[in-house]
Nanobody, 123 residues
Framework: QVQLVESGGGLVQAGGSLRLSCAAS????????MGWFRQAPGKEREFVAT????????TYADSVKARFTISRDNAKNTVYLQMNSLKPEDTAVYYC????????????????WGKGTLVTVSS
């Protein structure tokens, strides 16, 4: 069992930056590839970024490529999402998730989910 807790969300102006963190419980964190997803009001949950078990490989959605960076620290059981050049359309609840396969962009394939953190980008 893995429990995930996101933090770092908030209100930011367009063009600003935020760093999200996702802390995982348990000793098996490094056994999971990790992903970030987001869900805007009235929309389906969508893939944002994913990182492999060791952190050596990353994959991004086209909408965030070159603006967002996913990373992980297995010693701290934490995965991060650095978000730069934020746009109003990035407004959403951001979720981290754990999965056993990489790369994996499908929400239904995630094994564990956090409860999410809200990011609001004002214009």
């Amino acid at each position: 069992q893995v429990q995930l807790v996101e933090s770092g969300g908030g209100l930011v102006q367009a063009g600003g930056s935020l760093r999200l963190s996702c802390a995982a419980s348990g000793r098996t964190f490094s056994s999971y590839a990790m992903g970030w997803f987001r869900q805007a009001p009235g929309k389906e949950r969508e893939f944002v970024a994913t990182i492999s078990w060791s952190g050596g490989r990353t994959t991004y959605a086209d909408s965030v490529k070159a603006r967002f960076t996913i990373s992980r620290d297995n010693a701290k059981n934490t995965v991060y999402l650095q978000m730069n050049s934020l746009k109003p359309e990035d407004t959403a609840v951001y979720y981290c998730a754990a999965t056993t396969s990489y790369p994996n962009f499908i929400p239904d394939d995630m094994r564990y989910w956090g409860k999410g953190t809200l990011v609001t980008v004002s214009s």
